[in-house]
T-cell receptor, first 115, second 113 residues
Framework: DVKVTQSSRYLVKRTGEKVFLECVQD?????MFWYRQDPGLGLRLIYF???????EKGDIPEGYSVSREKKERFSLILESASTNQTSMYLC??????????????FGPGTRLTVT | GNSVTQMEGPVTLSEEAFLTINCTYT??????LFWYVQYPGEGLQLLLK?????DKGSNKGFEATYRKETTSFHLEKGSVQVSDSAVYFC????????????FGGGTRLMVKP
């Protein structure tokens, strides 16, 4: 079974803190994604990566950065957390599309509260 | 661009009722279509998928048929259970979008005993 794990289920941070969210997948997937999920807004893509050290901006990259030093690990970084970044953060991974149908596999999510 | 439209929830049903959650899409070419489910406090899980027109995806009693002529992928279940209470997301991957998925807004299903 594909497994995507996230470092924390719940996290509480103060405004201005630097926050690291870690995601690890064990299926040798090329692609990894970070989303945030907010009531009424569905899933919004923050960043994705299609290879080690490669990254692409998604729909809402402002205030975030990412790091992918190893194929299995994709980190989301909030350089200076703000209250409007309180949200559920979901990590996902997938194989490169090619002939595959392209489904993504999700981690359990991290609920981040910034006070 | 690509888009997915789902019926707004919440959908409230009694146990053993028939379920339909509508999903329509806009995309170029022949996208792959997916339904994901999110149980309370958890991430999304792939429920079923279909990769070409007239394909039927099915899993755990849920079904959805890829209808190219109506650009739809409606989710159905003949008899829902309380344990089916969750948020359901329709999604597509189009040929011109590489590895990206486009998600609908999600539909919350509440099943009462």
């Amino acid at each position: 079974d594909v497994k995507v794990t996230q470092s924390s289920r719940y996290l509480v941070k103060r405004t201005g803190e630097k926050v690291f969210l870690e995601c690890v997948q064990d299926m040798d997937h090329e692609n990894m994604f970070w989303y945030r999920q907010d009531p009424g807004l569905g899933l919004r893509l923050i960043y994705f990566s299609y290879d080690v050290k490669m990254k692409e901006k998604g729909d809402i990259p402002e205030g975030y950065s990412v790091s992918r030093e190893k194929k299995e690990r994709f980190s989301l970084i909030l350089e200076s957390a703000s209250t409007n970044q309180t949200s559920m953060y979901l990590c996902a991974s997938s194989f490169n599309s090619g002939t595959a149908s392209g489904e993504q596999y999700f981690g359990p999510g991290t609920r981040l509260t910034v006070t | 661009g690509n888009s997915v439209t789902q019926m707004e929830g919440p959908v409230t049903l009694s146990e053993e009722a028939f379920l339909t959650i509508n999903c329509t899409y806009t995309a170029t070419g022949y996208p792959s279509l997916f339904w994901y489910v999110q149980y309370p406090g958890e991430g999304l899980q792939l429920l079923l998928k279909a990769t070409k027109a007239d394909d039927k995806g099915s899993n755990k009693g849920f079904e959805a048929t890829y209808r190219k002529e109506t650009t739809s992928f409606h989710l159905e279940k003949g008899s829902v259970q309380v344990s089916d209470s969750a948020v359901y997301f329709c999604a597509l991957r189009s040929e011109n979008a590489g590895n990206m998925l486009t998600f609908g807004g999600g539909t919350r299903l509440m099943v009462k005993p």
